[in-house]
């Protein structure tokens, strides 16, 4: 078992939160990722600021340049990284981000700093399965999780290429799109965990757009976990600062719905469990009766 691995309750979804390093300052980050634990967040992404974030929205995009503006780096990244792991031993820490800074050192570098921080996983958006061998081999050798993308446009064809040496959890796209712009349909995001769980053992993790407890809540009646960024991400924008217990409220009730949400919807699989039991029942009852 791992940190990540048992960041997942079986009676619940997993909270899943993303805010970018250095932002508002590297100074400052520290603060907001203690105010994620203390809202309740079970595991952080922590974005590595990158001048063309080719997935972010323009609340991440802001986010980027006010910290690489602070002038943060990749070693700053790390420092933050390697002092939240002492301050919080069993939290999950997720490094998102691009190529470049993951890759211009070197992939081994990288997964040796990963290593040493004690980072748990990590999610690289613009390397594609034909080009695991770039990062993902260093990252697997050194026991860090490979966290792979799904998107609404993933078909059956392409989604055993991405599970394809993915660990961690897979992060469903909900949208074709942005980050922080829009939310999709709960009918197409339960089709699409469905379809997903039906090819992986991995954890399904579900976001871009999740923005209120309401939102959260109904994902994660279906989903493994609940992605939350661009949100907490204009927050830390609004606050700057004095982010951090703004943050921290507004997580926890992001929190406090995915675990009533947790709840309701365990009764709810009892039920259905009984009925399809019930169904089954009978319809092998018919069948009996049939051959006799």
């Known amino acids: 078992m791992t940190r990540l691995s048992q960041s997942f309750p079986a009676d619940r979804a997993a909270l899943v939160t993303f805010v970018t390093a250095g932002d508002p300052t590297p100074a400052d980050t520290g603060a907001i990722l203690d105010a994620l ?26 986010a980027d340049i006010r910290s690489l503006a602070a002038g943060t780096k990749t070693a700053d990244i790390f420092n933050m990284a390697k002092e939240f792991r002492q301050r919080h031993p069993d ?20 997964a040796d700093a990963c290593v040493d921080a004690g980072v748990d996983a990590v999610i690289c958006v613009d390397i594609p399965v034909e080009e695991d061998e ?27 290429q991405i599970l394809s040496n993915a660990s961690g959890f897979l992060y469903y796209v909900s949208v074709a799109g942005i980050t922080g712009q829009q939310q999709a349909a709960q009918a197409s995001i339960e089709e ?49 600062k004095d982010a951090a217990p703004h943050v921290r409220d ?32 009978q319809t092998s009852r018919l069948r009996s009766m049939r051959t006799e």
């Open 134 to 160: 770039s990062l993902g081999d260093a990252l697997r050798a050194k026991d860090v999780a490979v966290i792979r993308l799904a998107t609404p446009t993933t078909d059956a064809e392409r989604l055993p």
């Open 91 to 110: 939290t999950p820490l997720v490094l998102m981000g691009y190529a470049n800074p993951m890759t211009i050192r070197g992939s081994e570098w990288f």
């Open 250 to 281: 507004y997580v926890k009730s992001l929190s406090d719905a995915i675990r009533a949400a947790g709840k309701i919807e365990i009764a709810h699989r009892s039920c259905r469990a009984q009925s399809r039991h019930r169904r089954h029942t």
């Open 192 to 240: 699409a965990v469905t379809r997903l769980k039906a090819g992986t053992d991995l954890p399904v993790a579900v976001g871009f757009g999740v923005r209120t407890p309401e939102q959260a809540a109904d994902i994660a009646r279906v989903a493994d976990g609940v992605v939350v960024g661009s949100a907490i991400v204009e927050i830390v924008g609004e606050h700057g």
């Open 37 to 62: 634990v203390e809202g309740g967040a079970d595991i952080i992404e922590l974005g590595m600021p990158f001048t063309d974030p080719m997935a972010d929205g323009p609340s991440i995009q802001e």
